[in-house]
């Protein structure tokens, strides 16, 4: 599915080729009968070469106006009379008898309607007022129905679920109840949100019902696994993540409620509405994101109070979705101890309404005093760990020097020419992707499909040419990632591709942008003191973008000519020091061995704004799976000494330096990386 390309933004989500399903979803294969099904696509519409510029609210209300159309200004979008409604006559300006059920983002310009749930982009919505919309209308109504495969695993599913209570055997009942932490949640809660339990698959069964109607549009399967004294959930969608738009508990809403508690679990919701009997919704996927798609449900709210979970990311995120909800309607509940997740603080016997009163405005003037700092700054305190940023899997050392990767922060990434650099910040991005950070590349210098078979390779850590038939595995998981391309190629205005960011981070809630390389965005400057102008101002832009958006940066520059005998400093990118300036971090592949250490290449992380920590550390290539990381079982452990140029110099303290041979094969599904997932396993 390509999307967004009629609305102008050069961006699109990869979707390789879908593969067979029935091991994605996990579910038992009794409940998926058949032989194995594979649909393929094919690319529908090529790279958009001349971007349009994107649509403001001023330019969407103008034209309503110069159209005759009356609307109503809401809090993310503006409503009007829908045109996709028999008998709603556009020009109706009394207003009287038109139910203004058509929402236009006010951000990006995309409609939907709430009665025939037709929704598209600003230029469909133009084309159908000015009278040439039968086809485009079509199409995105089109789209808006399941595909046949899943209604088909959907009621299947859904028929095979029962009651919890209407389970034969009351351990089973009670077992699952212990199991999904819900021996407080009543019946009658459950049974209001004709939640299920599904036997074979031992998972609780959360319908999605089509808004306004009584078709059931998907399922969310939530299983449970002990592990020691832990217990780990596993979320399974049908149809896959991408598109499961579902706001749980939306068919509870009343027309009339003005104020909601917004939570990123289904069972949260349960617990928050059973114990102070208010509206509450829950987030599709968790704090991933907020699909603008759902902004028009919550519409009609003029107080959302967002209460996501216990741990520093929920945090964050509900800063991020106050901001595209309006934040002056907004207020966020803080984790602590004594906030914890709403079913937690149920089961603790908590008062959960009192927790609600403590949620704080997520709105304040641009002028802030400690006082309203001053329990972020506690928050930051007592989550050290969580502070420090999401921690690669990959590479260990990097996380002993950056301690992690975090939101706002601008990297600067340079090397000499054909180092490795893009390689390397592949893997580096797809560690973050993996772990769910939501990421949008822009390779401006090679293809979109190049680079994602860079990633593909370093995902599957081996040659995937020889062993296609497992491509579709390997695909099907990878297709999973919250990972976006934009769709340039060549050289670009540093304002449009601002203007894709920011949109991306929008739509698809993207926390890390990584631009190779920045040297794409500068024009024809001739004179060398025009082009350190030039670049020094889209420095600065990425800067002011990370910053604002909360957004990390990663910007790939090309280093001046040096001397090839001579090691890389700061000093060394491209242009003056303002991109090292500007930088948070700032980190150098060096073409050369450590003296001691393994590997033709090491990184050096020469500027770490966060706590001072730099230093290097080795880099090993295998060029089969692209991979500099090392595998978990021959990695060298290093120790750290500082030598009189403030490197790090490492000496191997256990294992045995280069015991992985350079250029060594890896087959595919040998040894895994710790965090790779396993695609024998089943997973969603
Ligand atoms: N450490 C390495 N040893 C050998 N080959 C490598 C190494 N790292 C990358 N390569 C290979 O070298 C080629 C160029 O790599 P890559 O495009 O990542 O370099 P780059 O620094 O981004 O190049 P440029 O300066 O043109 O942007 C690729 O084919 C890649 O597989």
């Given at each position: 599915m390509w999307v967004l390309l009629r609305s102008g933004y050069p961006l699109r989500i990869l979707l390789p080729l879908r593969g067979e399903w029935m091991g994605r979803r996990g579910l038992p294969r009794s409940l998926v009968p058949g032989p194995p099904r594979r649909r393929y696509r094919k690319e529908a519409l090529p790279a958009l070469e001349v971007p349009v510029l994107p649509v403001t609210a001023t330019e969407i209300r103008q034209y309503l106006r110069a159209h005759g159309i009356p609307f109503q200004d809401g809090h993310s979008c503006l409503r009007a009379p829908s045109p996709f409604v028999k008998g709603l006559q556009l020009k109706d300006q009394t207003g009287a008898t038109a139910s203004f059920s058509l929402f236009i983002d006010k951000t990006t310009g995309r409609f939907l309607c709430m009665n025939s749930l037709a929704e598209g982009s600003w230029e469909d919505f133009q084309a159908s007022v000015e009278g040439q919309g039968d086809g485009a209308r079509e199409g995105v109504l089109l789209g808006e129905a399941p595909e046949a495969e899943d209604s088909e695993e959907i009621r299947r599913i859904w028929d095979r679920a029962i009651p919890l209570w209407e389970l034969p055997e009351p351990e089973e009942a009670q077992l699952a109840r212990v199991m999904f932490g819900l021996t407080k949640v009543t019946n009658d809660t459950l049974r209001r949100y004709s939640v299920r339990y599904l036997r074979p698959a031992r998972s609780l069964v959360f319908p999605w019902f089509s808004p306004g109607g009584m078709g059931l549009r998907g399922l969310k399967l939530l299983s449970a696994e002990g592990q020691g004294n832990e217990v780990h959930y596993k979320e399974t969608t049908i149809p896959r993540p991408g598109v499961y738009c579902n706001l749980f508990g939306l068919p509870l809403i009343s027309r009339r409620d003005v104020e909601v508690v917004l939570t990123s679990r289904e069972l949260d919701s349960l617990a928050l509405n059973q114990s102070t009997g208010l509206p509450t919704l829950a987030l599709p996927r968790g704090t991933a994101?907020?699909?603008?798609?759902?902004?028009?449900?919550?519409?009609?709210?003029?107080?959302?109070v967002l209460w996501l979970g216990d741990d520093l990311r929920s945090w964050e995120a509900a800063k991020l979705f106050a901001r595209k909800l309006n934040p002056k309607r907004c207020s966020l509940v803080r984790p602590g101890d004594q906030q914890p997740r709403p079913l937690e603080a149920l089961n603790r016997g908590l008062n959960l309404s009192r927790i609600l009163r403590t949620a704080l405005p997520a709105w304040h003037k641009s002028i802030v005093s400690f006082r309203q700092l001053r329990e972020e700054v506690l928050g930051e305190l007592s989550n050290v760990e969580q502070a420090a940023g999401i921690r690669w899997n990959r590479f260990p050392d990097l996380n002993r020097l950056l301690k992690g990767h975090r939101k706002g922060e601008l990297t600067v990434f340079?090397?000499?020419?054909?180092?490795?650099?893009?390689?390397?910040?592949?893997?580096?991005?797809?560690?973050?992707?993996?772990?769910?950070?939501?990421?949008?590349?822009?390779?401006?210098?090679?293809?979109?499909?190049?680079?994602?078979?860079?990633?593909?390779?370093?995902?599957?850590?081996?040659?995937l040419e020889e062993q296609l038939d497992r491509y579709d595995e390997w695909a099907d998981r990878f297709e999973d990632l919250p990972l976006y391309f934009m769709t340039f190629h060549g050289k670009q205005s540093i304002r449009t591709v601002i203007d894709t960011m920011q949109h991306a981070v929008y739509v698809y809630d993207i926390c890390h942008v990584v631009i190779d390389n920045l040297q794409f965005m500068m024009g024809h400057e001739q004179l060398s003191t025009d082009r350190i102008a030039a670049q020094d101002y889209i420095v600065g832009a990425f800067r002011k973008f990370a910053t604002d958006n909360s957004c990390h940066v990663t910007l790939v520059i090309h280093p001046r000519k040096e001397d090839d005998d001579k090691e890389l400093q700061t000093a060394s990118i491209f242009g003056s020091a303002k991109a090292s300036q500007e930088a948070d971090n700032v980190l150098i592949l060096q073409?050369?061995?450590?003296?001691?250490?393994?590997?033709?290449?090491?990184?050096?992380?020469?500027?770490?704004?966060?706590?001072?920590?730099?230093?290097?550390?080795?880099?090993?290539?295998?060029?089969?799976?692209?991979?500099?990381?090392?595998?978990?079982?021959?990695?060298?452990?290093?120790?750290?000494?500082?030598?009189?140029n403030g490197l790090v110099t490492k000496k191997p303290s256990s294992g045995r330096k280069g015991a992985v041979p350079q250029n060594s094969e890896t087959c595919l599904g040998q040894a895994h990386h710790s965090n790779q997932p396993n695609p024998s396993k089943p997973s969603r």
């Open positions: 994101c907020l699909p603008p798609a759902l902004l028009p449900y919550l519409e009609q709210f003029r107080r959302i340079t090397g000499p020419t054909g180092s490795g650099k893009t390689t390397f910040i592949s893997e580096y991005a797809l560690d973050l992707c993996t772990q769910g950070v939501n990421t949008l590349w822009g390779s401006f210098e090679i293809s979109n499909v190049r680079l994602a078979r860079v990633m593909l390779t370093q995902f599957a850590v081996g040659r073409d050369r061995k450590l003296v001691t250490g393994p590997g033709k290449r090491y990184l050096q992380v020469s500027k770490n704004r966060f706590d001072g920590d730099v230093g290097v550390f080795p880099l090993e290539f295998n060029k089969s799976s692209l991979t500099f990381s090392i595998p978990p079982k021959s990695k060298a452990r290093l120790k750290k000494v500082k030598d009189d």
